[in-house]
């Protein structure tokens, strides 16, 4: 590619990571526009992702660089969150991310995936939740994660494991929450704390603090509860289950 004639396509690519889309609207703020992209498909210097969306030639384009797209050309509050958040960031071994993996990605109610992303076949799996899980600054507990060329906005491992917890028991189990839980050893106290101060669902903090206490983790002690809405009755996982009284929930009987 530096043997590009034109000097425009090389000022192009030195601002196109390797491996991310590039939508129409960022390529035309760098004065490259629609009838260019043509010309750049003929000379197969460029291919179609979807429509107004774009890969280098020859790149191996995944779903992170799809949501790098959306993030920083886009400006989209869309974040890889959950359980797919913790496995890239070593917190979910056992799970598997290859294909048929599905990828859980967390935005605003009001904000819809592009079609070309909905469309694109990325090897994976896409779930798209919308949520307004966190109240007031819902921007708290994400974090950037290096994909290559480029990075990517996550949530980080606490966030990450709340948002597991929303999705329990419809799209997550318990099970699997529980084992995830166990291996959250080093959770940062103080951003637990924000979070839960901020997080909107009841269930989703009750349950984390049953987790939380029966893997007896060390930053569980660093928490000030006071100061966390758990909401008044009860809540049930599912019927026949084991109650907490301590939280006022229902969950599944301890295999342990």
Same mark, same amino acid.
């Given at each position: /590619?530096? !043997? ?20 129409? !609207? ?16 003929? $000379? ?13 030639? @020859?790149? #191996?384009?995944?779903? &992170? ?21 913790? *496995? ?8 598997? /991310? ?5 990828? %859980? ?30 109240? !007031? ?7 950037? #994660?290096? /994909? ?12 990450? /494991? ?10 997550? !189990? ?11 050893? $080093? ?16 269930? %989703? ?27 008044? @009755? ?10 907490? *009284?301590?939280?006022?929930? $229902?969950? &599944?009987? *301890?295999?342990?």
């Amino acid at each position: /590619m530096t !043997s590009a004639p034109s000097s425009k396509i090389n000022q192009l690519l030195k601002k196109w990571p390797t491996g991310a889309v590039a939508v129409l !609207s960022w390529l035309e703020q760098q004065g490259v526009y629609q009838q260019l992209i043509h010309e750049y498909e003929k $000379t197969s210097w460029v291919r179609r992702v979807g429509r107004s969306a774009y890969a280098r030639a @020859g790149d #191996k384009v995944e779903w &992170p660089g799809g949501l790098y797209a959306l993030q920083e050309q886009l400006g989209l509050p869309i974040h890889a969150g959950g359980k797919t958040a913790l *496995s890239i960031q070593g917190y979910a071994h056992y799970v598997p /991310m290859g294909q048929g993996t599905t990828v %859980v990605l967390f935005g605003p109610p009001n904000v819809k995936l592009p079609l070309w992303f909905k469309q694109y076949r990325w090897g994976v799996k896409i779930r798209y939740a919308t949520t307004n899980l966190f109240v !007031s600054k819902g921007d708290h507990g994400l974090t950037q #994660k290096e /994909m290559g060329f480029y990075s990517v906005t996550v949530s980080t491992p606490e966030r990450a /494991m709340l948002e597991v917890l929303y999705e329990v028991p419809k799209r997550e !189990s318990y099970e699997e929450a529980t084992l995830l839980m166990e291996g959250l050893t $080093t959770l940062r106290p103080r951003l637990v704390q924000t979070l839960l101060e901020h997080c909107a669902s009841v269930k %989703v903090k009750r349950l984390f603090m049953v987790l939380a206490e029966r893997c007896k983790h060390a930053w569980v002690n660093k928490l000030d509860l006071s100061h966390v809405e758990f909401g008044k @009755g009860k809540r049930m996982l599912l019927k026949g289950g084991r109650f907490d *009284s301590k939280y006022s929930i $229902t969950v &599944p009987e *301890s295999r342990t």
